[in-house]
């Protein structure tokens, strides 16, 4: 997870898919104790660090992406993002020179909307409202500022932009490119579908013949699995660590969102059955030097159902190219 930045909804008018989505409204618990807790903890941001770090992790992304093309840049595609969430960063980086679509659950607001503001509150409950409100008066001017200047320009290009689940049936008949994308890309979605089968069916689907996936998946199993708010704004290590997995802390620890709960090895069985050859890659941070050492003792026997592997695992990141012909 990378700290959310900044919000950059585009002027185009939202394309709404079908019916409401019927799963789930929000993929997230937005209470009003917790968005307060993270809109003091953006405001209190190195905003420039926080844009450098994310900087290289997106460069990190385009390496993958190009390497699975067989391309040394990626210039003039059809891009669809999935989940961008409130901050329009990583498709923003994109947009430079690609043409970027995204898609995401949430409502989204910015600037002086009121309409926009009571749609949030009804549908995603009055935290939502008051972070979205919050952060866009107070936090947003800076991190789009630090980012904007990161990526060495005047302005951002924001995606085309539709508002749905893209678990839904739907899903291909409302974005529009869908079947011809040259890239499917997300980041921290795919832990909170509900239908992770459905999903990445939809992106095999969502790609031109020769199109490449990433998707980015925040491991359940990790330390910060759990999406409890706290970690998130600054208190990770005052929570118990793996809190979550065991049965002596389950109780101190809330998670803020909707979580399918899935392993590594759900996730690797699914894409080898869908997507047979997709690559897995495990990225752990600085999580082994920083938490492994918690691991050598009396907690290794209480989480001794889950690998260290596991355990070390911050997000399982998969590519994929699908075969130019069926
Ligand atoms: C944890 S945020 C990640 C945002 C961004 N990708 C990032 O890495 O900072 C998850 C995002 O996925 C969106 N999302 C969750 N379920 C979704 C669904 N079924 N279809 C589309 N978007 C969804 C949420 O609305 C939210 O914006």
Request: charged share 25%; with cysteine.
């Amino acid at each position: 997870m990378f700290a959310e930045g900044i919000r950059r909804w585009n002027e185009q008018p939202v394309t709404e898919l079908g019916a409401r989505p019927t799963s789930a409204a929000t993929y997230a618990d937005f209470s009003v104790r917790g968005s307060l807790r993270q809109l003091l903890h953006l405001a209190r941001a190195p905003h420039a660090r926080n844009a450098a770090a994310l900087l290289r992790e997106v460069e990190i992304s385009e390496t993958r992406l190009a390497e699975r093309l067989g391309q040394t840049e990626l210039v003039g595609l059809s891009i669809l993002e999935i989940g961008p969430g409130q901050s329009m960063e990583r498709a923003q980086f994109f947009g430079r020179r690609n043409v970027v679509t995204a898609i995401d659950l949430d409502e989204i607001v910015d600037g002086f909307d009121p309409a926009g503001y009571r749609r949030m509150r009804r549908s995603n409950g009055w935290g939502r409202m008051i972070k979205t409100l919050g952060r866009n008066v107070l936090i947003s001017p800076r991190q789009r500022r630090a980012w904007k200047a990161e990526l060495g320009v005047d302005r951002v290009t924001p995606p085309i932009r539709v508002r749905g689940d893209f678990c839904d049936a739907n899903v291909r008949d409302v974005v529009p490119g869908f079947g011809a994308f040259d890239i499917v890309m997300s980041w921290s979605v795919f832990e909170h579908l509900r239908d992770p089968r459905t999903a990445v069916q939809s992106v095999v689907d969502a790609l031109a013949p020769g199109g490449v996936f990433l998707l980015s998946i925040h491991n359940y199993t990790a330390n910060d699995g759990h999406h409890d708010i706290r970690a998130f704004s600054g208190g990770l290590d005052a929570l118990p660590p793996w809190g979550h997995l065991r049965d002596s802390t389950k109780s101190e620890i809330h998670p803020s969102a909707y979580l399918n709960e899935w392993r590594l090895q759900d996730w690797q069985s699914l894409f080898e059955e869908l997507t047979p050859g997709a690559v897995v890659q495990l990225d752990s941070y600085e999580h082994p030097e920083r938490f492994g050492p918690l691991l050598d003792g009396s907690l290794a026997v209480e989480l001794g159902a889950f690998s260290r592997e596991e355990l070390l695992t911050v997000d399982i990141v998969v590519t994929w190219r699908k075969p130019l012909v069926d």
